[in-house]
């Protein structure tokens, strides 16, 4: 009789927890799903269908002039999900729109593994904590201020975050390549320690951070190679005033760019092109060309390594202008 209870009361949890959802369902197992919305769950799982949810409010009062019909916004989407998104196809791409920019409550998503996810949020008001976890294809994200959490994905990824902090947790082998990024936050990653990964860490401002146990084989030559800029006040005997000089900050190239000055040399009278990041103006790095050797230059606190674990694989880039850097063993 006990027994029979507590199978009853278990039925009864489960029957009420789906009561308290709200859905909606989407037939697609590939293509790629562009979330441009202020924040998510999004997990991976082993299925033929999209499924968006979101939990029900005790306080969520029913409209009943509203019955038959649908929310719309000056934003141009319509509300065809019951949960403040619009949800549309095209081709082999599925775009969810919020239909207002503030969505109320915590949008949660599972998709099938082999979705690729596009993730955009550009708000600088409405942010929630991005979460994606089990995901085993593509993974794109590009924010202005929301914290991102990555948990037991694969890759290939690219994560850029302005103001918002990335922590990222492996639990398998790397399907390179990743980069995790963040101009104002800080990046934390923990690895398996038979990972096999060419990893590149980098700040400008900040400190960096590894675990001893992932015993990264450092590229001596690759560091030998970089000298900052303003030690430069002659290149092979020739004063830098006189040589033809390039500086590139990584990105979109910008012309017209200026150097007032190379340590004790003039470079105003130079060939100068400047390169600055399509992503943050600030840039990661910067390098001069020199007739052809380069010379690089990230800030004077900058830090930056290359190197290897457990003999090099998938590229794995990690880096941050402002805040420090941490890689762990999981």
Known sequence: MKKQFIVLFSLLIVAVSASAQKEYKLSKSSGQLNLNISGAIVEGYSGNEIIFSMPKTETEVVDERAKGLRAISGSGFTDNTGLGI??????GEINVNAVNRDIKGILTIKVPQNIKISFTSKSNVYQNEIILKNLKNEIEVSTNYN???????????????????VDAIFSDAIKGPVSIVSVYGYVDVSLPTNTKANVEL????????????????IDKTEKDKTERINSIATVNGEPASQLNITRKVAGRQVTGGSINSVSTGSATQTNVTR???GYAVEGLSTSYNVD???????????????????????DLILKSNYKNVYLREK
Do not use: D, F, Q
Not at 86 to 91: I, L, M
Not at 202 to 217: D, F
Not at 292 to 314: F, L, P, T
């Open 86 to 91: 619009e949800v549309a196809e095209k081709g």
């Open 147 to 165: 914290k991102i959490k990555l948990e037991n994905n694969s890759g290939p990824m690219n994560i850029k975050t302005l103001y918002g902090s």
């Open 202 to 217: 980098a700040t400008s401002y900040g400190k960096l951070y590894a675990a001893e146990g992932l015993k990264i084989a």
């Open 275 to 277: 390169v600055t990041t």
């Open 292 to 314: 052809g050797v380069v010379y690089e230059y990230s800030g004077r606190n900058s830090e930056s390594i290359k190197g290897k674990i457990n003999g090099g694989g998938a």
